[in-house]
């Protein structure tokens, strides 16, 4: 069935380098969401893709929509401590129903 | 900044038992949403509403459950005849064009 699946599962780094997290869909998705959750929270809307080849930025992240509207990433530069959290990608194909991917959990040693 | 509220934030429950989660939504969202996350794993999508009806729900959303907006401002999900494998946070959401979450109900099943 249609499903987002998301890598790395874990991502541990120092703080100061990057992180990357990478969301791939087997369909063509109309638009995919990023979301992060801090440790006993809920998710948190971060940002919106919706155009073939998009590229978002916030500060010190990056979003990035694949041409075929198939794949996305985040990227953080330079993570801080307070970047910590489980980040998720959560895809639609109709706009009602989202496949959220399985998160990628990011830790960032000081 | 509009808030999604959900009650309880805690509901322990006998297996067999029916629960009723709560939720009151963004007042000017149109679509709502619940989800479910099971602890340390992904959020899953069980149910859409809009305008009034249901807009999609996953194979989860089976007859065990239902969802309401029995006054206009509040937005219900019912769980009937509880099952261990129920025990997970609920989750809320409304949307403009991402998913406002409330803080969620730790459903637990004994």
């Known amino acids: 069935g249609q499903q987002v699946m998301q890598i790395p599962q874990y991502q541990h780094v120092q703080e100061g380098e990057d992180f990357t997290t990478y969301c791939n869909s087997s369909?063509?998705?109309?638009?995919i969401q990023w979301y992060k959750q801090r440790p006993g929270g809920h998710p948190v809307f971060l940002i919106q893709?919706?155009?073939?080849?998009e590229v978002k930025k916030q500060k010190r992240l990056t979003f990035q929509f694949g041409e075929a509207k198939k794949n996305s990433s985040l990227h953080i530069t330079a993570t801080q401590t307070t970047d910590v959290g489980t980040y998720f990608c959560?895809?639609?194909?109709?706009?009602?129903?989202?496949?959220f991917g399985s998160g990628t959990k990011l830790n960032v040693k000081p | 900044e509009p808030e999604v509220t959900q009650t309880p934030s805690h509901q322990v429950t006998q297996m067999g038992q029916e629960v009723i989660l709560r939720c009151v939504p963004i007042?000017?969202?149109?679509?709502f949403y619940w989800y479910r996350q099971i602890l340390g794993q992904k959020v899953e999508f069980l149910v859409s509403?809009?305008?009034?009806?249901?807009?999609?729900k996953s194979e989860i959303f089976d007859d065990q459950f239902s969802v309401e907006r029995p006054d206009g401002s509040n937005f219900t999900l019912k769980i009937r005849s509880t099952k261990l494998e129920d025990s997970a946070m609920y989750f809320c959401?409304?949307?403009?064009?991402?998913?406002?979450f409330g803080s969620g109900t730790r459903l637990t099943v004994v």
């Open positions: 959401a409304s949307s403009e064009v991402g998913h406002t």
């Open positions: 509403f809009y305008n009034n009806e249901i807009s999609e």
């Open positions: 007042s000017n969202h149109l679509y």
């Open positions: 893709l919706v155009k073939s080849g």
């Open positions: 369909t063509t998705l109309s638009n």
């Open positions: 959560a895809g639609t194909y109709n706009f009602n129903k989202f496949y």
